[in-house]
């Protein structure tokens, strides 16, 4: 009787840790987390912009834009690095930004719709025709004019704005949209990515670029045996840094290679801590767990770690620097980079038309037609849920270029035509939010015009 009330014991302790959510909800549950994250994160981005744009068309002009022009000066013995604010933001916070670029692409890839090339099939059809169409209309435009380098900054899309604008739409928006968008939004970075790297870098320096290679080579070493120590790799993380900042290559890359090499998969699985802590509970329930010592040391303690690798760094990663990127980093990046005067000069400007031609007119186009040509040839497959002029909507809405057009162009042009392709890219994305707003509200079902079942 004794050994049955222990059992009983044993069973009603252990039977919460065993209740643990199926496979399908495992999946579900961080791409629904990215999605509030990214709605919430797209209207403070919003507001940031709004701000920067309204102080850099007051008064207070003169002195917001020296405040981002602040030195800052970083000295370890011989070696000086001399930044100023805006650039540290650029450069260094940035960095953590494509981190998780990075690891939202392997997350992706590993049990995303990625993983599935029929799946991954339309939005990666989508995402090529638009950085394709836009960079072409761009570059017929600008072929030799001032702005010929910028033919990289419409062929971005948003995913923190497009998201926080679908979230308006509410319950209207089918899951498979919000998929196919996230999914298209990740090639696409992708894609940006891959353009930064080739086409915007320069002066190569091959010993810093060998360095960062090393450096790479360490971190694959290190999760290859088995090293869990954050600050090991933190270190060599910005030692990587360092290396692509002095080869040429712009050091944001650092941080995408940096989250493709974070492993997706658990050192420990939910079996073997189950094992464990029910093993622990067996030896411990009849000892004073608050004055003993040892049991604290050698049994409870180590016991903290192995709930922590449980869960992939991948994913632990990815939950904890996410909020700091779409609530911290991303909003100080626009406001440092947002900040543009409202000039006709430049609102009228060859290259500010160009960018905003690209966006409003050759992101639909280019997203649309590729999709199309991909269902047609029969290599990628239409959701049921969705239509044709849902998709035009949608890719709209992928006009909505800002993080990664901003960045580009401060790559590629100098002012005055900077300020004109920053000019084009908000008022470009400003009119693609419009229309692509205007076309779901009609189109999705429930709204002015409901729409019909593809064929």
């Known amino acids: 009787m004794a050994k049955q009330t222990s059992q009983q014991q044993t069973d009603a302790y252990a039977l919460p840790l065993r209740t643990v959510p199926p496979a399908i909800e495992l999946w579900v549950r961080p791409f629904m987390r990215f999605m509030q994250i990214e709605a919430s994160g797209g209207m403070l981005l919003l507001v940031c912009t709004v701000l920067a ?129 996230l999914s298209l939004a990740i090639v696409d970075d992708i894609g940006a990515i891959l353009v930064i790297a080739i086409f915007y870098s320069s002066n190569l320096s091959w010993l810093a670029l060998g360095l960062a290679m090393l450096g790479l080579a360490f971190t694959y070493l290190f999760n290859w045996i088995g090293v869990r120590r954050v600050p090991i790799y933190v270190f060599i993380g910005i030692l990587i840094w360092l290396a692509f900042l002095k080869s040429g290559i712009h050091p944001t890359i650092c941080g995408v290679l940096l989250g493709l090499l974070t492993p997706a998969s658990a050192w420990i699985g939910d079996k073997g801590l189950l094992e464990v802590m029910q093993t622990i509970f067996m030896r411990s329930r009849d000892r004073d767990l608050k004055n003993d010592q040892i049991l604290r040391q050698h049994e409870v303690g180590p016991l903290s770690l ?9 994913e632990r990663l990815e939950y904890s620097l996410h909020p700091w990127v779409a609530f911290v980093i991303i909003p100080l990046f626009a406001l440092a980079n947002a900040a543009v005067q409202v000039k006709m000069e430049y609102l009228f400007d060859a290259v500010s038309f160009a960018v905003a031609f690209g966006l409003v007119l050759g992101k639909p186009i280019g997203i ?44 590629a042009l100098t002012e005055p035509w900077l300020s004109a392709a920053k000019l084009g890219t908000l008022s470009g994305s400003l009119i693609s939010m419009i229309l692509g707003m205007g076309i779901l509200w009609w189109t999705l079902p429930g709204g002015g015009k409901a729409g019909s079942t593809a064929s």
């Open 306 to 314: 192995m709930v922590t690798e449980t869960i992939p760094p991948l």
């Open 53 to 181: 744009l309204l102080i850099s068309n007051s008064p207070w002009a003169a002195g917001y834009e020296s405040f981002w022009k602040t030195p800052v000066i970083l000295t370890i013995g011989e070696f000086q690095l001399k930044e100023t604010l805006a650039h540290l933001v650029n450069d260094g916070l940035m960095t953590i930004f494509f981190f998780v670029v990075g690891l939202e692409i392997k997350r992706e890839l590993v049990v995303g719709e990625l993983r599935d090339l029929r799946k991954a099939a339309l939005p990666a059809f989508g995402a090529v025709g638009g950085m394709v169409v836009p960079a072409f209309f761009y570059f017929l435009l600008q072929q030799e004019g001032p702005g010929s380098k910028g033919w990289g900054i419409p062929m971005a899309t948003d995913i923190a704005f497009v998201v926080g604008f679908l979230t308006l739409l509410g319950t209207r928006v089918p899951p498979s949209l919000k998929i196919m968008l």
């Open 368 to 411: 649309v037609l590729f999709c199309w040509l991909g269902v047609k040839l029969n290599l990628a497959r239409f959701p049921a849920v969705l239509n044709w002029k849902i998709m035009v909507g949608a890719g709209c809405l992928g006009g909505i270029g800002f993080t990664m057009s901003l960045f580009i162009a401060h790559l």
